[in-house]
């Protein structure tokens, strides 16, 4: 090997990019789910090498923006009167058992810890209701107690037999529970449709990944409710996932826990009750699915753990003087409540774009010696893939910018989901609908007890689920029960689910 040759290897090795700044190998509509775990490892979000089935690593990418999307969260609650707790981890036996169903639908789900002679046999919390009610049964004495609506930011657990999946089905994950009490059944159901309003307000206009409100069939509700309305968000490769759901709960809860008040009128009363559970890190994996592209993550303007970064561009000569001016820049830009950073390292500009589009970083700033005397700088903008010229006097732009990019990648997400659904009369036109991967919007003849058979046929013959009508208004059916031909009550949502 000339010396020539062994020069330009050593270069070539030098320029090689590590393991996280490879590219994805797989296309993101060619195989959603390779393309799901890739981006997760590549874009430093996860890692999966924790030695646990179905826990995970969240690493510094990932919980950045998990805060961000908290903090949105619970400012959206606490805003409609909400208030913070923190509700011990682990909940005795003798809480868990003593609303029945609720004990039904969970015991198989719950990890119980080794029991300590002498003392009762303890669980992991899969959702608390059995542990803040306890309390709330101490808490509330009179009307004037009333509402009360506390939540809590938790980690849960819950033994899934079922294949886990990284964010989308873990056996930990992260979440909000809000729990209300009220003294009558009508405050408790204006409560259910406050909750609806808090995922439309957050999880759509701030996270921008729009969802149908399902009110699930009578045999698919909560444990111990009343009634559940669920958020369900379309996946890239047509599967719905459950995000945030809201639920009355049954009169039982409180007659378990004892949770009673005496109101106005001198009497004893027990409480009406709703819970709330948005599931932060699901809603993550929804927003990775939803935005991302071929070359990597696309993190909505309001949660980007960082939302411009700025490269520099320099040679030996200039460095330390371009250096010094973009720190000036970073600095204005942090005045103006913008998130960023500037990316130092070794690496080249290129590698430096790459690294950045692959984490989704929606803005960067290009800055040489030459936009610098010119003070007009190079904006990219990571969805549109676009450069663009922005003056050093009016970064103030950003923030319109930023509120602009949002803009559009919730209007994407909305097209999305709308073209997906489709009208079916007919079992032909269900079979098409979701071998086309879509979501079939059809008749139906009951979503109480008694739809229950045809809500069987359609996860036998098709390996579908009916996931229910929609909460915020009724729809008028437009045939018969596409099941049974029987009159139908309903208009329901059928699709394939995670
Ligand atoms: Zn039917």
């Known amino acids: 090997m000339t010396k020539k040759s062994e020069e330009q290897k050593s270069k070539i090795l030098v320029a090689a990019p590590n393991k996280s700044q490879e ?54 609650l606490q805003k409609k009167g909400h208030k913070p707790t923190f509700f011990p981890v682990v909940i005795p036996e003798t809480n868990f058992k003593k609303e029945a169903n609720h004990v039904k639908g969970f015991k198989p789900e719950v990890f119980w810890l080794e029991k300590i002679k002498g003392e009762d046999r303890l669980a992991l919390r899969p959702t608390s209701e059995t542990a803040m009610y306890q309390m709330y049964s101490l808490w509330i004495r009179s009307h004037r107690d009333l509402p009360l609506k ?40 204006t409560q259910v449709q406050e909750d609806i309003q808090t995922t439309e307000e ?10 149908l409100p399902m009110k699930r069939p009578e045999w698919d509700k909560f444990a111990g409710a009343t009634y559940t309305v669920a958020s369900d968000v379309l996946m890239p490769d047509g599967k719905l996932i459950q995000q945030p759901s809201t639920h009355l709960l049954e009169p039982s809860f409180a007659k378990s826990f004892n949770i009673k008040f005496k109101d106005n009128d001198g009497k004893e009363k027990f409480v009406w009750q709703t819970c709330y559970g948005p599931a932060i890190s699901r809603i993550l994996a929804s927003v990775i699915s939803m935005h991302g592209d071929n070359s990597g993550l696309i993190m909505p303007f309001a949660i980007s753990p960082v939302q411009v970064v700025l490269i520099p561009i320099y040679n030996t000569e200039n460095k330390e003087k371009t250096l010094k001016e973009i720190e ?65 006097s009016e970064l103030k732009k950003i923030l319109e910018l930023g509120k602009e990019f949002d803009q559009r990648l919730g209007k994407k997400a909305e097209e999305f989901m709308k073209n997906k659904i489709v009208n079916c009369k007919t079992k ?39 996931r229910g009508i929609l909460a915020t208004k009724k729809e008028k059916p437009f045939g018969n029960c596409i099941i049974c031909g029987k009159v139908s009550k309903e208009v329901v949502y059928i699709g394939k689910s995670y």
């Open 23 to 76: 590219g994805l190998s797989v296309k993101k509509d060619e195989n959603f789910s390779q393309w799901y775990s890739e981006i997760l490892d590549k874009a430093e979000v996860t890692d999966l090498r924790y030695n646990v089935k179905g826990f995970v690593v969240i690493r510094p990418w990932g919980a950045m923006t998990i805060e961000n999307m908290y903090k949105l969260y619970e400012k959206a």
């Open 150 to 189: 506390l939540y809590q930011r938790a980690n849960v657990f819950r033994y899934e037999t079922k294949a886990t999946r990284p964010l989308i089905r873990a056996r930990e994950f992260y979440w909000l529970e809000a729990h209300d009490c009220f003294a009558t059944k009508e405050q408790a159901e």
């Open 202 to 211: 957050v999880m759509h206009q701030k996270f921008k990944i729009p969802f």
């Open 328 to 392: 000036k820049i970073n600095s204005k830009l942090l005045e103006l409540g913008i998130t960023c950073e500037i990316d130092n390292s070794e690496k080249r500009p290129g590698e430096k774009y790459h690294y950045w589009e692959l984490k989704g970083v929606p803005f960067r700033l290009e800055i040489g010696e030459k936009e610098l005397q010119e003070k007009n700088l190079t904006l990219h903008i990571r969805d549109l893939n676009k450069r663009e010229k922005i003056k050093i």
């Open 428 to 466: 032909s036109d269900l079979k098409k609908a979701l071998q086309d991967k879509k979501i079939a919007r059809t008749n139906f003849c009951s979503v109480e007890k008694n739809g229950t058979k045809c809500a069987e046929v359609i996860e036998k013959e098709f390996n579908a689920e009916v």
